[in-house]
């Protein structure tokens, strides 16, 4: 069975909003982090996003004509992504870790751990909603797709 091209545009699409309402939810937490019903909220909404992009990269790999130039960029970004998902969940993981051990004194250590937090957080998000848009764009492309 083959991929139509109408609803690899609508799943695209859907990436691309989940993408950003867990950034805009991610925002609103960051500045207040008082606890709210909204947040486990954003927390299932944060999986199905990130499971998401993993199933579009999946889906990119089994359509996408790699010899095709915007295809090839298009596959490029897609192992830039899961390279980055990796070291983001890595990087949150230690963090995780080294919060419970640093204190709060250490204003320069709580930066820098505050710091990954956020750009593991958001960058994993901001991949996923480039991925997205990449795809979007270059839909018309009948060279780089192997679509219906």
């Known amino acids: 069975m083959k991929l139509k091209k109408e609803q690899f545009k609508i799943y695209n699409f859907f990436?691309?909003?989940?993408?950003?309402?867990?950034?805009?939810?991610?925002?609103?937490?960051?500045?207040?982090?008082i606890y709210s019903i909204l947040w486990d909220i954003l927390g299932v909404i944060m999986i199905i996003a990130w499971f998401g992009t993993f199933v579009l990269i999946f889906i990119n790999d089994l359509i996408l004509v790699k010899p095709d130039k915007i295809g090839k960029k298009i596959n490029h970004f897609c192992y830039y992504c899961l390279a980055f998902?990796?070291?983001?969940?890595?990087?949150?993981?230690?963090?995780?870790?080294?919060?419970?051990?640093?204190?709060?004194?250490?204003?320069?250590?709580?930066?820098?751990?505050?710091?990954?937090?956020?750009?593991?957080?958001?960058?994993m998000a901001l991949f996923g909603m480039c991925l997205a848009y990449l795809n979007i764009k270059n839909l018309e492309n009948r060279g780089a797709w192997n679509l219906e």
């Open 15 to 33: 990436i691309l909003l989940i993408n950003l309402i867990t950034v805009i939810l991610g925002i609103i937490y960051f500045a207040y982090p």
């Open 85 to 123: 998902y990796v070291l983001a969940w890595i990087f949150l993981l230690i963090n995780t870790g080294l919060s419970s051990i640093v204190h709060t004194a250490d204003m320069a250590m709580f930066t820098i751990l505050g710091l990954i937090t956020y750009i593991g957080f958001f960058g």
